[in-house]
């Protein structure tokens, strides 16, 4: 049995976020709102040989529940969400159970003797979160968060003059190395390039000072639409990368590029492969030697062609 313990003030539980059922609706919704919290549990795995994990880690590491594991909140019972229900493992939450003061958490794991193998280690925790307006995320991160384009800068410098063979007889040197600027979702550049220090939370999100004078520059060459990647050199001395058209007319019907290709496809097909022959045999069963003593005491078999189509 594990017991926990965590503090809550006054002025944390007026900021929890509640449940309410829409009129009309069955099911009840998580209201959240800017400075909101919210209370869950979390188990996570890890190799046996792990003792220790820093939050950077457990942040970034799915939620595992083990086989059996029962747990109270304040003396309520909680039942985990099983990846057999929601696809995956995922966390519990216990908002609606904490209260001002003092809270606990029993957790109880019972050994899994009929498992085979080794047992990895659990780790268990209580995670506090916070809902911020993305507006009020954005002006943190703009005021506490900007990294200078020199870091950005002597990082590239480090990679490009890092040998990339284990031979000690030579070393391979890239001349530059190529920057996405494009969104993955979006496919368009960026307006605030922002990246994480160790993971992805507000307080440890950084501006690019770098990547944003080169955005800077493209828009004042009016090639925001045109780049979608870079490529940067020694000192931080870069150089665009246009994109291609694939289309010397200019056509931006996407229906146009499925028609010709179609019609490609077509006209590979009009040429027709070599024939391949096949030497048939009246009897499967019979073996190769024997066709071949077969084929030298009698006359040669008229050979069936078959077509085959690649």
Known sequence: MYNLQFLVTEEEHALRSYRSTPEGQLLSIENVFDGSLGYRVRCC???????????????????????????????SPVFVRRQSHNGKDLPVSITELIHVGVNR?????????HKAGPRPNFFFGVEIIETAHCNRTVDNIKK???????????????RLQTTTSEDDEFAVLQDSISVDLADPFSAKIFKIPVRG???????????????????????EMGKLDKVKSILVGLDGKWESVAIVDD????????????????????????????????????????????????????????????????
């Open 197 to 219: 220090v160790q993971y992805a939370r507000p307080s440890s999100l950084r501006i690019d000072k770098f990547l944003v004078d080169v955005r800077a520059k493209l828009k």
């Open 105 to 113: 958490v029993e957790v109880a794991i019972p050994e899994e003797s």
């Open 247 to 310: 289309d010397p007319e200019g056509d931006d019907n996407d229906d146009a590029g499925v028609i010709s290709g179609k019609r490609k496809a077509e006209d590979t097909r009009t040429e027709q492969p070599p024939r391949k022959l096949i030497r048939m045999a009246s009897d499967p069963n019979v073996t190769t030697s024997a066709r071949r003593t077969a084929s030298a005491a009698q006359p040669p078999r008229a050979i069936d062609i078959i077509e085959i189509d690649d």
């Open 144 to 158: 506490y968060g900007v990294h200078d384009a020199s870091v950005t800068i002597n990082k590239i410098n480090t």
């Open 45 to 75: 795995a890890a190799r046996r040989n792990v003792k220790s994990m820093s939050e950077s880690e457990w942040i970034v590491t799915n939620t595992k529940w083990p086989v059996n594991i029962f747990i109270k909140v304040n003396g």
